[in-house]
C-alpha cells in the first residue's frame, strides 16, 4: 500500500514563501499522476495542484502563478513551492496519488499571518 509522509509546512508572513515535501512509499510512483490538496478550517478539502507522469501540470485559478507542483522520480518525493503566500493560503497540506487515491497522509500545517 502507498504511504504519503508531508513535510516543510510552517508559520510565514504574507508574502513568504514555503517548500512542501511529500515521501510517497509502496508504490510505482514513475507510473502515476500526482497531486497536492488543502483543508482550511472550516473548510472542505480542495485540489491545489496536479503534476503527470508526463510532467504537465494544473493548478487551481487561485495558486495559479505562485505555485510551482513539481516531482523527483528517482527519491518518489513531489513538492509544492509556494510563493507570494496570503493569509488565505492558510490550510493543511496533502499530497495525492492516483495510484491509491483513497490514501492520504497526515499533511503538513501551512500558516500565513503577520
Known amino acids: 500500500q502507498v504511504q504519503l509522509v508531508e513535510s516543510g509546512g510552517g508559520l510565514v508572513q504574507p508574502g513568504g514563501s514555503l517548500t512542501l515535501s511529500c515521501a510517497v512509499s509502496?508504490?510505482?510512483?514513475?507510473?502515476?499522476?500526482h497531486q497536492w490538496f488543502r483543508q482550511a478550517p472550516g473548510k472542505q478539502r480542495e485540489w491545489v495542484a496536479t503534476?503527470?507522469?508526463?510532467?504537465?501540470?494544473a493548478y487551481v485559478d487561485s495558486v495559479k502563478g505562485r505555485f510551482t507542483i513539481s516531482r523527483d522520480n528517482a527519491k518518489k518525493m513531489v513538492f509544492l513551492q509556494m510563493n507570494s503566500l496570503k493569509p488565505e493560503d492558510t490550510a493543511v497540506y496533502f499530497c495525492n496519488t492516483h495510484e491509491e487515491p483513497d490514501v492520504w497522509g497526515q499533511g503538513t500545517q501551512v500558516t500565513v499571518s503577520s
Open positions: 503534476i503527470t507522469k508526463g510532467l504537465n501540470t
Open positions: 509502496g508504490g510505482a510512483f514513475i507510473n502515476y499522476n
